[in-house]
């Protein structure tokens, strides 16, 4: 990646050491009734949120946990970069609603464009990210992978608290009982605002499908204008592998582990024909007949 993350990483790395110290039934506490990881969030933080002031030219990248978020932001810091040619720094972890209260005040000094990635709920967003109608790209993944790459995130990390089992984690996510909460409390939310002006939607397997058209879309909706040879420039420095390969420079020790596999159809290797039924039940009654429902391609996706 064409940025110097290194606050990045130490972001991740004070987290990953609280989290040592956290046993898991201690790991979250709730906010505004959604479940968040004490070693990202508080409340202190959650309540200075409100006073943050977003400007038109943010650009705000929107994905419920395990859903791409850290693929997204790279791409859209090359982007930038192939745009202006000057890197983007991140003078913050760029998780909007994760670090002190301070944070927002500080982030008042940085210049435009600032990158916002969120894990929030559409109505948990700072009302002025709506009012000053900044653009938001939200990423989606069908729910089955997207639950297993969390489940592998708990459990193959060694500093971050893990569940009894495959089976243990899945009737806490079916629950919502898990980081930033429901899945499908997320998906509802957001559903009611795929068709507004200043949102995109973008599909996980989509981009995994082709990379190249993906970025070229986020590129245009951004409104950065970038040769076809600089779009491919971007996906071939934004594939899987190639992200992979940096991860320790990026992210540091959790590197490796964030980009475990990057595969569409993984939950077939852990998904017991009951879970399959029971997810299959709950996307029908949350968002079948739904615009997000049709997006999500849940058929070729998740039954297949
Ligand atoms: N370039 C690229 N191509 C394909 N897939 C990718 C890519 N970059 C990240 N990923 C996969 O995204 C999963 C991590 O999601 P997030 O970055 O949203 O995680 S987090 O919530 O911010 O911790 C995680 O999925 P799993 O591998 O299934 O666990 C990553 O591997």
Redesign the pocket.
């Known amino acids: 990646m064409a940025t110097d993350k290194s606050k990045f990483i130490d972001y991740i790395d004070e987290a990953l050491e609280k989290s040592k110290e956290t046993a898991l039934s201690r790991l979250f506490f709730t906010y505004q009734g959604i479940p968040y990881p004490v070693t990202m969030c508080t409340s202190e933080t959650f309540q200075a949120l409100d006073t943050f002031e977003a400007r038109s030219d943010d650009i705000v990248l929107a994905?419920y946990?395990?859903?791409?978020?850290?693929?997204i932001l790279h791409i859209i810091s090359e982007l930038i970069f192939a745009d202006s040619k000057k890197k983007y720094e991140y003078p913050e972890f760029p998780v909007l609603e994760c670090g002190d209260p301070e944070k927002y005040q500080r982030m008042k000094q940085f210049p435009s464009p600032r990158i916002l990635a969120t894990h929030l709920h559409y109505d948990k967003l700072p009302g002025s990210i709506i009012k000053n109608k900044a653009k938001m790209l939200v990423i989606f993944r069908n729910p089955k992978?997207t639950a297993?790459?969390f489940f592998?995130?708990h459990n193959d990390v060694p500093d971050i608290p893990s569940y009894g089992s495959w089976d243990d984690f899945f009737r806490q996510f079916m629950q919502g009982q898990v980081s930033w909460g429901s899945y499908f409390d997320f998906a509802i939310n957001w559903n009611k605002h795929l068709d507004d002006e200043n949102v995109k939607f973008i599909l996980y397997e989509d981009l995994?499908e082709n990379l190249a058209a993906g970025i070229e879309h986020i590129a245009e909706f951004f409104g950065f204008s970038l040769t076809g040879k600089q779009i491919h420039t971007v996906a071939a420095q934004?594939?899987?592998q190639a992200?992979r390969a940096q991860s320790q420079q990026t992210h540091g020790a959790v590197g490796p582990f964030?980009?475990?596999?990057?595969?569409v159809g993984?939950w077939k290797h852990l998904f017991s024909e009951t879970q399959n039924q029971e997810m299959d039940k709950k996307f029908r009654e949350c968002l079948a007949g739904t615009a997000l429902g049709a997006k999500l391609k849940y058929e070729s996706y998740c039954q297949s």
């Open positions: 994905s946990p395990k859903c791409g978020s850290n693929w992978d297993v790459s592998h995130f995994k934004s594939t899987f992200m964030l980009f475990r596999k990057g595969e993984d």
